[in-house]
């Protein structure tokens, strides 16, 4: 346990990770969060999978989190009657209304507002990019006439991209809510919104979860439209983590200016301390090989320079052909540049004296003198897990193990770079309580004879309440 790599492996549940030898061996691997893209899901099979992962988390003594990913308003085109190839200079209708088999005239799309809301002149991608269309002409009801720039197959359910055009969409279509309230049931660690937009997309997730939910489940906001960047700072306030989504992303944006953008919001997110996830297309290679391009291992080891707490897989293992070997690839790259000297995290102490001031301030400097006396781990109880949040951010040298006796919380946890966290429920004093956690964090083999440990805890213990004391042990 000690030698688990500190930045997180999410990956994506699939037809390659149907069976429960396959997921076992993918979590000894390093897998820390299972996704599960509710764009393809089967309540049935989503149910099962839930229940083999918890099952099998039990056997091993770790049980990866489980991220339920909504789908969101996913704008496509309808089925194809024929195989349809269109060159540019060619003049198409894409219509709303009743759905119909399109052919290289006419094809249908999903969105039934999209006559009233596009523009002439505007863009419409399809297929991630790949092919090209203008805005001729809109009737305002039903038929959007649009002219080929760059051509290719027009295939079946192909995604559609409108980087020009204000969307009226709701942020959460029905099919969302249905699956978050079915997420919600199963009690999942996360649950993302795709194409958020703006704060109030986030609130009315979070308005669901408050309604269904037992206890708060943290919302990660999935940043894909252009719309979302400008926003950013609006959107922190209401989200519990970022995902950088790649993939939409570099369809709505050029390509050109992603990996700035994905800088930005890393920093974004590792000042607000939240977790960030960057994903889409990480080592997309190895669906198919098992070896990665170079390009693909920089990509992986940049997003851990840049400061990112996990990094996602997606058809690498839920269609991919070497699912455990792909988590085995990655988790080597992960080891062999976390630690480097070059990562840099915001180092500014804590500024606005919230409610939580005092606990920011206790982390903030538990972190720093961890670094500086060479603490090998900082052991934390919580009821709550902000305390896991905010010293995660400062990324320190030692190992942080979270005590929690609040079993909700111990899974969403995973997700945290550096964090391990474990069930603790035996509060006595604060005194018997410290040494009782040091010794299983020896016995874990996290620390032995001689090193320091700094241990953050709430007095009095039994109230369980905001951290508020600092105390360094020496084994």
Not at 24 to 50: C, K, P, Q, W
Not at 130 to 152: C, M, P, R, W, Y
Not at 156 to 182: C, H, Q, R, W, Y
């Amino acid at each position: 346990m000690p030698n688990r790599k500190k930045t997180k492996i999410v990956a994506t549940l699939g037809p390659a990770t149907q069976s429960k030898e396959t997921i076992r061996e993918m979590i000894l691997a390093g897998v820390d969060v299972f996704r599960i893209n509710f764009s393809h899901a089967n309540y049935t099979n989503v149910l099962e999978r839930i229940q083999t992962i918890r099952e099998i988390g039990k056997t091993l003594n770790f049980t990866p989190a489980i991220l339920a990913d909504l789908q969101g308003p996913k704008l496509r085109v309808g089925m194809m009657k024929e195989e349809v190839i269109v060159k540019p200079g060619d003049e198409i209708l894409f219509c709303t209304g009743e759905e119909f088999e399109g052919n290289a005239k006419r094809v249908y799309m999903n969105y039934d507002t999209f006559p009233k809301d596009v523009n002439v002149g505007e863009m419409i991608l399809l297929d991630d990019g790949k092919l090209h269309f203008q805005v001729i002409s809109t009737n305002k009801k039903d038929e959007v006439k649009a002219k080929v720039l760059q051509g290719g197959p027009l295939r079946s359910k192909k995604g559609v991209n409108l980087p020009n055009t204000k969307i009226s969409l709701p942020a959460m279509t029905e099919k969302d809510i249905e699956d978050a309230k079915f997420a919600i049931k199963q009690e999942v660690d996360w649950i993302a919104l795709s194409f958020v937009r703006d704060a109030e997309d986030l609130q009315i997730l979070n308005n669901l979860i408050k309604e269904h939910a037992a206890f708060k489940i943290p919302v990660i906001a999935k940043i894909e439209k252009p719309e979302a960047v400008k926003n950013i700072k609006r959107i922190i306030a209401y989200c519990d983590g970022l995902m950088v989504a790649r993939g939409d992303l570099g369809v709505e944006i050029p390509a050109n200016e992603v990996p700035l953008i994905q800088k930005e919001l890393v920093l974004v997110a590792k000042q607000a301390r939240i977790p960030v996830i960057i994903a889409t297309q990480m080592m997309e290679t190895m669906i198919t090989s098992l070896t990665p391009t170079r390009a693909e291992v920089n990509d992986v080891a940049n997003s851990v320079m840049d400061g990112a707490d996990a990094v996602m897989l997606s058809g690498e293992t839920s269609i991919g052909n070497y699912p455990v070997q792909v988590i085995e690839t990655m988790a080597k790259i992960l080891k062999s540049v976390e630690n480097s000297k070059l990562i840099r995290v915001p180092q500014e102490p804590p500024q606005i004296k919230t409610i939580r001031y005092i606990t920011k301030s206790v982390c903030y400097h538990a972190a720093l003198m961890a670094n500086e006396i060479e603490a090998k781990a900082i052991c934390t109880l919580t009821n709550s897990g902000y305390t896991a949040f905010q010293i995660s951010a400062w990324r320190p040298n030692a190992h942080i193990l979270v005590f929690s006796s609040n079993k909700n919380i111990i899974t969403r946890m995973n997700l945290l770079w550096g964090v391990r966290a474990f069930h603790y429920d035996k509060f006595v004093s604060t005194d018997e309580t410290i040494e009782d956690i040091n010794n299983i964090a020896c016995e874990m083999e996290f620390v032995e004879k001689g090193d320091y440990l700094i241990n953050l805890a709430s007095m009095p213990i039994q109230d369980k309440g905001m951290v508020n004391t600092l105390r360094v042990s020496l084994v």
